[in-house]
């Protein structure tokens, strides 16, 4: 018996882990703190592993203004997304997912860009028509997550794991005391 619950407690400790790693962000493009000296068009995030179809980003400047992204693709461990030109500037990329194992995630990847600017006067005409538009609307707040959050949701799940495994072993602490006995 002392061999069943050695081996549930090796188990536990060898395979607990895996039980408790949530999704991350593995890679991001652009990259979090990069400078991108190109016309950005293309957002793609990848993530550790496989999220969720109503996982989803969005992308704000310094001045917490919003930009649609278009053609918003969820495949398997990765989000992509394109976006329409960009003015030069620090711009936020803040994602939502919810992992494979269920738990919502969030983050955020922050970079700066500073690419050329066109001479293109239709398109000078189009960013101040969008930006009239911005201004239009009124301003929304959102909290942008702390990694303390994270880490709260990260330990609640931990404490839950303890609880269970320590009703695990007394469990079976009783069971062997109690065949003992007879």
């Known amino acids: 018996m002392k061999k069943i619950l050695l081996a549930t407690i090796a188990c536990l400790f060898l395979f607990g882990n895996q039980a408790l790693a949530h999704t991350g962000l593995e890679s991001s493009n652009p ?74 995630i969030q983050g955020e990847v922050a970079f700066t860009l500073n690419a050329p600017i066109a001479d293109n006067t239709t398109v000078e005409e189009e960013v101040t028509e969008t930006e009239v538009e911005v201004t239009n609307e009124p301003e929304t707040t959102s909290v942008a997550p702390t990694p303390t959050e994270t880490k709260e949701s990260s330990n609640t799940g931990m404490i839950s794991i303890i609880v269970v495994l320590v009703l695990v072993l007394a469990g079976s602490a009783w069971w062997m005391a109690r065949r003992k006995n007879k």
């Open 31 to 104: 990259a979090n703190g990069s400078t991108v000296t190109e016309q950005l068009n293309d957002i793609t995030l990848t993530f550790e592993s496989k999220i969720e179809q109503t996982s989803s980003f969005e992308l704000k400047n310094a001045n917490n203004e919003v930009f649609p992204i278009n053609n918003l693709i969820v495949s398997e461990s990765s989000m992509t997304g394109s976006v329409d030109q960009l003015n030069n500037g620090d711009y936020t990329i803040a994602w939502k997912i919810i992992g494979a194992d269920g738990h919502p």
